[in-house]
C-alpha cells in the first residue's frame, strides 16, 4: 500500500514525454492574452501575404478627387492627402513590418547565437573578446546604433534590416554566452567528450538544442522589439522610402493633418501597438509553459 | 572590494576603447569616400578633383589608416571633435549646447521611472492576484509596447489641439521661464518615462515576487511584524538589488526614446541634433553624438556596477 504510493509519487514527479507537450500545450494556450496574440498574428501574417486580395484599393494609386476624406464606408479608415485609402496602405504595411521583424530576427539570432556559442563553449581570449565586444555595442542605445548604420549605409529595406539586425546582435550573445556556460558543466556534455565526440559536434548536437527555450523565447520577444524599433525609424524618416507604404511614415505623414484628420496617425500607432503586444504576450507565454522549473506541475 | 573596483574600471576603459575603435573604423570603412567626413555633397559634386585631393592632404586622410586613427584619437581626447559639415560649427560647442535640454529631459524621465516603476512593482507584487496586480501588470504590458513617439503625437492631439492644456511643442530653458518650461516638458517626459516604467515595475514586480518566498521573510512575518515593515525593511533591501541593475539599460532607452520624443515636439536636444545630423549625413556631428552617447552610458553602467558590488557583499568575491 505504501509502497504504491511511494511508486506512484514518483511517477507523478517524472511524468513521460507525451504529457510534457500536452502540458506545455495545457499552459501556453490556457492564457487568453496568449490566445490573443497569436490571433493577432496570424491576422496580421495573412494581411501581408494576401495584401493584393485582401486590400480594397491600390495602395499607392493616388486620386486626387478623393483626398483627405473621413472614413466613410466607402474608405473604412478614410484617404490621405494625395488620396490613398489609408485601410488598404495599412494592410500593406504589415508586409514591411513583418520582412523586417522576420529577417532581423534571423540575422541577429544567427550570428548573436553563433557568437555566443564560441563564446561560452571554449571562453579563454575569444571569450573575453567578444564579450567585451558586445560590451561596447551595447553601450550605443540600440535605436541610435540602428540609426547611425542606416544613416552610413542609406536608407532602403536591405539597409534597414541590417541596421537593426546589426544593434540585436549582443542581445542574443550575452544569452547564448550565459546558456552555454551552463549547459556544457553538464553531465551529457561530458557523456559526449568522453565517447570522443568533436567540439563541434558537441556544440551543434548536445549544447544548442539544450539552450533552444530561452533563445525561442528571446527571439519572439525580440520580434516585437525589432518591429517597433523599425517604426521608429521610418517615423524619424530613415527607412522604406516612400511610396512603399510603412506603419512608421504613415504615422509621420498623418502629423501634419492631426487636427483634422488625427485618424491618419492614430490608426498606424494601433496597429503597430497590437502587434508588438501580441508577439510580446506570445513570448511571455512561451516563457512560462518551456520553464522547466514548471516541468511536472499542473 | 579594491580588486574588484580596479577590475570593473579596467574592463571599463577597454570597452570605452572598443567604441572609439568601433566609431572610427565604422566611420572609414563603410561605402563611401571619408572625404565625405569634412566636405557636404553639394560641395564635393561641385568641387574639382585638385580640390578634393588638397582637402584630402590637409585633413590628413591621405595617411595610413592607422595613423589616421591615432590622429583622430588625439583629437578626441583633447576635446577636438571636428567641424560639422552642413553649418561649419564647431561640432563639441554645439553638443555642449545641447546637452543640458537632454540631460533634463532624461533624468527628470529616470528619476520618474524609478520611483514609480519600483512603488507599483512593489505594490503588484505583495497583492499578488488582486485587481490592482492586473491592472499594474496590464499597463505594463501597454507600457512596453507603446510606440513612443506616436503616444507623443496623441498627447500632442489631446491635450495640447484640442483641449489645448499644453503647448503643442518647443522648448524654453527653465532659467528663462520656469513655468512655460515645465508646461512644455510635461508631455515629452511623460512619453520618455513610460517604457522604463513599464520595464522597472516588470523586473520590480518578478524579483519582489522571488524575494517574498523567501524563509527570512517569513521569519520576518512569523515574528509579528507589520506588513509595512516586512516589505520596507527585509524584502526591498535584496528585491530592489536586480532593480538597480537597470539603470544603465533604462537611461539607453531613454536616449533611444529621446530621439523619437525630441523630434515629436521639437526639442533643441542631443536626440534632435543626432537626428538631423544622420539625415543630413553629417558624420563629425554623428561620430560626436554616438561617442557622447555611449559615454553616458558606460558612466552609468560602471556607476550601477560599484553600487552593486557595495550593496550586494557576494558579487566582490567572485
Known sequence: MQREEVLKSA??????????????????????????????????????????????YDPLKRNLSEALQQPSAKHILGTDSMGRDTLSRLIYGSRISLIVGVCVVLIAGGIGV?????????????????????????????????????????????????????????GYTRLMTSQVLVAKETDYVLAARAMGASDL?????????????????????????????????????????PPTPAW??????????????????????????????????????????????????? | MTGYIIRRLMQAVIV??????????????????????????????????????????????????????FNWLGGVFRGNFGVSITNGRDVLSDIMRRLPVTLHLGLLAMV??????????????????????????????????????????????????????LPVFGYTSPFTNFLENTRQIIMPVFCLSVTSVAVIARQARSSMLEVLHQDYIRTAWSKGLLERAVVMRHALKNGLIPVIVLAGLGLSGIIGGSVLIETVFNIPGM????????????????????????????????VVDLAYGWLDPRIKYQ
Open chain 1, 11 to 56: 511517477a507523478s514527479e517524472a511524468p513521460p514525454r507525451v504529457n510534457e507537450v500536452k502540458r506545455f500545450f495545457k499552459v501556453f494556450l490556457g492564457r487568453p492574452l496568449v490566445v490573443f496574440g497569436l490571433v493577432i498574428i496570424l491576422v496580421c501574417v495573412i494581411m501581408a501575404i494576401f495584401a493584393p486580395q485582401i486590400a480594397p
Open chain 1, 114 to 170: 553563433t557568437l555566443g556559442a564560441i563564446a561560452g563553449y571554449f571562453g579563454g581570449l575569444a571569450g573575453t573578446f567578444i564579450g567585451r565586444a558586445m560590451d561596447a555595442l551595447m553601450t550605443v542605445p540600440m535605436l541610435v546604433l540602428a540609426l547611425t548604420i542606416s544613416a552610413l549605409l542609406g536608407g532602403g529595406l536591405k539597409n534597414i534590416i541590417i541596421a537593426l539586425g546589426f544593434s540585436l546582435i549582443p
Open chain 1, 201 to 241: 559536434k558537441i556544440i551543434l548536437r548536445h549544447v544548442v538544442p539544450n539552450c533552444f527555450s530561452p533563445i525561442l523565447v528571446m527571439v519572439t520577444m525580440m520580434m516585437g522589439t525589432t518591429i517597433l524599433a523599425e517604426a521608429g525609424l521610418s517615423f524619424l524618416g530613415i527607412g522604406v522610402p
Open chain 1, 248 to 298: 512608421g511614415s504613415m504615422v509621420t505623414d498623418g502629423r501634419e493633418y492631426l487636427l483634422t484628420f488625427p485618424i491618419l496617425s492614430i490608426a498606424p500607432g494601433v496597429a503597430i501597438m497590437l502587434v508588438v503586444f501580441a508577439f510580446n504576450m506570445v513570448g511571455d507565454g512561451l516563457r512560462d509553459a518551456l520553464d522547466p522549473r514548471l516541468r511536472g506541475v499542473l
Open chain 2, 16 to 69: 570605452f576603447f572598443l567604441v572609439l575603435i568601433g566609431i572610427f573604423f565604422a566611420m572609414r570603412l563603410l561605402p563611401g569616400d571619408p572625404i565625405m567626413m569634412v566636405v557636404s555633397k553639394q560641395m564635393a559634386s561641385t568641387a574639382t578633383e585638385a580640390d578634393i585631393e588638397k582637402l584630402r592632404h590637409e585633413y590628413g586622410l591621405d595617411k595610413p589608416l592607422l595613423v589616421q586613427f
Open chain 2, 112 to 165: 520618474i521611472s524609478f520611483f514609480f516603476g519600483i512603488i507599483l512593482g512593489t505594490i503588484s507584487a505583495v497583492r499578488r492576484g488582486t485587481w490592482i496586480d492586473t491592472v499594474v501588470t496590464s499597463l505594463a504590458n501597454i507600457g512596453i509596447t507603446i510606440p513612443v513617439f506616436w503616444l507623443g503625437i496623441v498627447l500632442m492631439y489631446i491635450f495640447a489641439l484640442k483641449l489645448g492644456w
Open chain 2, 271 to 302: 536626440g534632435r541634433l543626432a537626428v538631423t545630423a544622420m539625415l543630413n549625413q553629417d558624420y563629425p556631428v554623428v561620430q560626436g553624438v554616438v561617442l557622447f552617447f555611449a559615454a553616458m552610458v558606460l558612466l552609468t553602467n560602471l
